[in-house]
């Protein structure tokens, strides 16, 4: 089938799954509609035909779909239309992430043709995964992109498409909270209000940024990379345990990892 609109739908903190899934979109078609669902839902549904094609993008938070991705992902509505599947973690397990993202758009009317899962740096713990996606990941993601492209070209009809069969289990982990908040050191912060403008659930004053609201944070590490002192961090006693845990049982880089749907 010859595809006619490319839309692309992520959300992304730390910006790694939203260089990934730039990469396999440019590599499938160089103009794209991009929708970030970051910070804000779409606002109003987005219906796709047949004959287009959906992107989406989620980093995995605790082996599961972001629950604010999920909740804005539904405004996507399809109408038996292709849809490539990408899933980002920090190198520990992606669990039932996958198998949520398939369900999540399968319920929408759309139809997985191909399912990616990469590796990004650990938003949380920094040096898990530092330097992903390197130049490798990226390749893989043209590569992915590539083959993705061929299975369209062999569809005739969307309902020649056979369900995948992804890792992850039914019912999904319980969605967890992790228990530390980012803090910010008042000594270095100016107040500039970055972290406040781009938090994805406005979880920091502007006035008091040295107040992070732990009800609403999702410890997604955002105000940490895009603070332009470097004010904000992870920090204390659980923190440093937990990292050290982390360096010793998740440091090993593994290895993006792709599944292709059949068509019949
Ligand atoms: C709250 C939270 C939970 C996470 N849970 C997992 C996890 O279960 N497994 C994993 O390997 N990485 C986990 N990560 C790391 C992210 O999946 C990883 O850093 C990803 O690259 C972040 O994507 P982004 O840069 O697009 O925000 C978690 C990160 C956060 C903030």
């Given at each position: 089938m010859k595809i006619k609109?490319?839309?692309?739908?992520?959300?992304?903190?730390?910006?790694?799954?939203?260089?990934?899934?730039?990469?396999?979109?440019q590599s499938i078609k160089p103009s794209f509609a991009e929708y970030d669902i970051t910070r804000?839902?779409?606002?109003?549904?987005i219906y796709l035909d047949t004959n287009d094609l959906l992107i989406v993008a989620v980093p995995v938070y605790a082996g599961r779909v972001p629950l604010k991705a999920a909740k804005?992902?539904?405004?996507?509505?399809?109408?038996?239309?292709?849809?490539?599947?990408?899933?980002?973690?920090?190198n520990r397990a992606y669990e039932d992430a996958l198998v949520e993202l398939k369900d999540l758009v399968?319920?929408?009317?759309?139809?997985?043709?191909?399912?990616?899962?990469?590796?990004?740096?650990?938003?949380?713990?920094?040096?898990?995964?530092?330097?992903?996606?390197?130049?490798?990941?990226l390749e893989l993601a043209t590569a992915f992109a590539k083959e993705s492209s061929l299975i369209l070209?062999?569809?005739?009809?969307?309902?020649?498409?056979?369900?995948?069969?992804?890792?992850?289990?039914?019912?999904y982990k319980p969605y967890g909270q992790f228990p530390i908040y980012p803090t910010t050191n008042s000594d270095i912060c100016n107040k500039c209000g970055k972290c406040s403008l781009l938090c994805p659930v406005k979880a920091i004053s502007?006035?008091?940024?040295?107040?992070?609201?732990?009800?609403?944070?999702?410890s997604?590490?955002?105000?940490?990379?895009?603070?332009?002192?470097d004010a904000r961090s992870f920090s204390g006693e659980l923190y440093d345990e937990k990292?050290?845990?982390?360096?010793?049982?998740?440091?090993?880089?593994?290895?993006?990892?792709?599944?292709?749907?059949t068509v019949e």
């Open positions: 609109n490319v839309s692309v739908a992520y959300f992304s903190a730390t910006y790694t799954t939203q260089k990934i899934v730039r990469q396999i979109a804000k839902s779409v606002g109003e549904n804005a992902l539904d405004c996507f509505k399809g109408n038996d239309t292709p849809a490539i599947l990408v899933a980002v973690y920090g399968e319920h929408n009317f759309f139809k997985p043709i191909s399912a990616g899962v990469f590796i990004g740096r650990h938003s949380i713990f920094h040096p898990i995964a530092m330097n992903r996606p390197n130049g490798e990941d070209e062999k569809i005739k009809k969307t309902d020649s498409i056979a369900s995948m069969d992804l890792p992850g289990d039914h019912p502007k006035t008091t940024p040295d107040h992070t609201d732990q009800v609403r944070c999702l997604c590490g955002r105000c940490i990379i895009i603070c332009p002192k990292l050290e845990y982390f360096l010793e049982y998740f440091a090993k880089p593994n290895k993006p990892e792709f599944f292709y749907a």
